[in-house]
């Protein structure tokens, strides 16, 4: 219980970052956060007490992986997102370093103000 | 081991505080390889080796993007206040999304015992229907296959739109030449080399 | 090839002596890694993203010690639209061949013995298919971010 709270209270950290601050890098940084967060929140409901890890091993047989292993799903899930995140972390600083070129700050007021 | 596994997410916590609040930029995007190194020991110890192999790779990458991101450019703080009304709001707002939260992990099934009703025929007939003993690839790749298919389309759709944003001035004026100069080779010898690829 | 090491030796750009030596020893182990990383992906832990991260990194070390010059020639970025393009589409025509069987991405191949590398039916080749495609993708966006456009603008200006 207590560690599904802690990540949903990392969740909502990432999403301040993401609403209150101006910086763009701090923005980028906040998306970040929250991808982490979730990463962690799947992971942590598919978890067994004392499981292993869903592989099967020379000594060990069909029957006792179903017994002990960890739930194999939400991992398939979390290995594409990670990669995912990655690409769009990618195209963010991409736009990031171009708005920096065109208005020479990363502030978004400043970039609201210069614009309008 | 709950113990073990609190302390890091409390670690994990206080890493990324400092990492939003701090002023200079570049501590702050160290504070993010913190806090994902941190995210990769605790895959390892949930019993996800393959997602902390590839967590621990995959944060070294975005610390090299980011901070191509703030080396070189002005990573000084914004000094002006953020206007006072809308982090209150906002905090209060995430003060009642974290009530609402609390009651709803109650709801959940317990830490420890997860409902289990599909995944154990993946565990039990993976194996024997794919061959492949990592029950992980064999989801990802017999089951689900379908899923990575959509991994690949939004991998390549990020590479051209970075390709098409990073470009500095669109191509104006067409001619029969720019068939040769499409990619961003500098010298004709390299050009040359790869003649045969 | 040996003027190709010389003008490593030479050449300006990139960090210093020491960082590109140690590179060079490290980029063979680094490649040997990952390519065994993908290989046995449907044994051990691991697989194609992993990986093609592995591979990433190996050739993305390799542009921030020895300069973006040496780097595009061991793997141009034509080259790397090739690697993905060829990755993507390796990787939809095994699941096309699962027609010959009945549906999409059916396993057609003969699943073999069990905890033996030849093993899994099309599991290792869709593991080499995207391993191609993670390396490429990754290496490309570097290398866009890391050039920021310099070359492309430099063609457009000399249109103009």
Do not use: W
């Not at chain 2, 702050?28 to 019993?47: E, K, P, Q, R």
């Not at chain 2, 017999?142 to 001035?169: C, H, M, N, P, Q």
């Not at chain 3, 992906?41 to 390799?62: D, K, N, R, S, W």
């Not at chain 3, 039916?121 to 050039?147: E, R």
């Amino acid at each position: 219980m207590v560690l599904y709270f802690l990540s949903l209270v990392l969740f909502v950290m990432g999403l301040y970052c993401l609403v209150a601050k101006k910086n763009i890098v701090k923005k980028i940084i906040g998306i970040t956060i929250i991808e982490y967060s979730i990463n962690l929140f799947l992971i942590l409901i598919g978890y067994r007490r004392g499981g292993v890890a869903p592989i099967l091993m020379k000594d060990m047989s069909v029957a006792e992986l179903v017994e002990r292993g960890v739930d194999p799903l939400p991992q398939a899930l979390v290995l594409t997102s990670i990669v995912i995140g990655l690409g769009v972390l990618a195209l963010m600083v991409g736009v990031c370093l171009r708005l920096y070129e065109k208005y020479k700050t990363f502030d978004m007021s400043e970039i609201n103000r210069l614009r309008g | 081991m709950d113990l073990f596994l609190l302390i890091l997410l409390v670690f994990m916590i206080i890493g990324s505080v400092i990492a939003i609040e701090t002023k200079n930029l570049l501590s702050s995007v160290i504070s993010v390889g913190v806090v994902g190194f941190s995210l990769s020991i605790m895959f390892l110890m949930l019993g996800a080796p393959d997602i902390a192999i590839t967590q621990m790779v995959v944060e070294i990458l975005i610390l090299v993007i980011l901070i191509r991101a703030t080396i070189t450019t002005d990573n000084t703080a914004i000094e002006r206040h953020a206007d006072t009304f809308s982090v209150i709001s906002s905090l209060i707002f995430f003060g009642l999304f974290l009530i609402f939260a609390f009651l709803a992990v109650h709801e959940l099934r317990p830490f420890g015992e997860p409902l289990m009703r599909v995944s154990k025929t993946y565990l039990a007939t993976s194996a024997e229907k794919t061959g492949a003993t990592n029950v992980v690839t064999g989801i990802l790749l017999d089951f689900r296959a379908y899923d990575t298919i959509g991994e690949a389309t939004v991998l390549f759709t990020s590479v051209v739109g970075a390709f098409v944003i990073l470009r500095r001035r669109g191509r104006k004026h067409k001619r029969e030449s720019d068939t040769e100069k499409v990619g961003i080779l500098e010298d004709a010898d390299i050009k040359k080399d790869f003649k045969g690829f | 090839m040996h003027d190709i090491e010389k003008e490593i030796r030479e050449s300006k750009s990139g960090m210093t002596m020491i960082v590109k030596t140690i590179v060079r020893f490290a980029m063979g182990i680094i490649i040997l890694f990952g390519a065994y990383i993908v290989l046995y992906g449907h044994l051990t832990p691991g697989g194609g993203f992993a990986g093609g991260v592995i591979l990433a990194c190996g050739y993305i070390i390799l542009t921030l010690a020895f300069g973006k010059d040496i780097a595009l020639r061991k793997l141009s970025d034509q080259g790397a639209s090739i690697m993905d393009n060829s990755g993507a589409l390796a990787f939809i025509v095994i699941g096309l061949l699962g027609y010959t069987g009945g549906y999409f991405f059916l396993n057609f191949i003969d699943h073999g013995k069990r905890f033996e590398l030849f093993s899994g039916g099309i599991i290792p080749l869709c593991n080499i298919a995207i391993a191609l495609k993670v390396t490429a993708s990754l290496f490309a966006i570097f290398i866009a971010l890391a050039i920021f456009g310099k070359f492309i603008s430099g063609l457009v200006e000399e249109e103009e």
